[in-house]
């Protein structure tokens, strides 16, 4: 499975941003994906998750009520709409697939990763 994340770039405070990952290979439909995030200087960490039908969606405490994590599987891409933006969701965003129908929290669950796509967000 290849991934290929886009739809970063600079917002305000508030505002909206779409991140798109495509995903290459017959799995993907089979597979959970989820969204991380890396700040400079911090660890990576878990954004959202979603189950391989999209029947499930897990978000991050911080993210909560702001992001909304979506899939169309008959186009092999997962979505994360972010609204609301603060400047501390400024980050690299990666998109991953699951071991297995469903992800989780942790970066263990995840076997293939995109190359990350850049979030700033200006104060």
């Known amino acids: 499975v290849q991934l290929q994340a886009s739809g970063g770039g600079l917002a305000q405070a508030g505002g909206s941003l779409r991140l798109s990952c495509a995903a290459s290979?017959?799995?993907?439909?089979?597979?959970?994906m989820g969204w991380f995030r890396q700040a400079p200087g911090k660890e990576r960490e878990f954004v959202a998750s979603i189950t391989w039908s999209g029947g499930n969606t897990e978000y991050a405490d911080s993210v909560k009520g702001r992001f909304t994590i979506s899939r169309d599987n008959a186009k092999n891409t997962v979505y994360l709409q972010m609204n609301s933006l603060k400047p501390e969701d400024t980050a690299v965003y990666f998109c991953?697939?699951?071991?297995?129908?469903?992800?989780?929290?942790?970066?263990?669950?995840?076997?293939?990763w995109g190359q990350g796509t850049q979030v700033t967000v200006s104060s």
């Open positions: 290979g017959r799995t993907f439909s089979s597979r959970a």
């Open positions: 991953a697939a699951g071991k297995g129908l469903w992800g989780g929290r942790l970066s263990a669950g995840y076997d293939y």
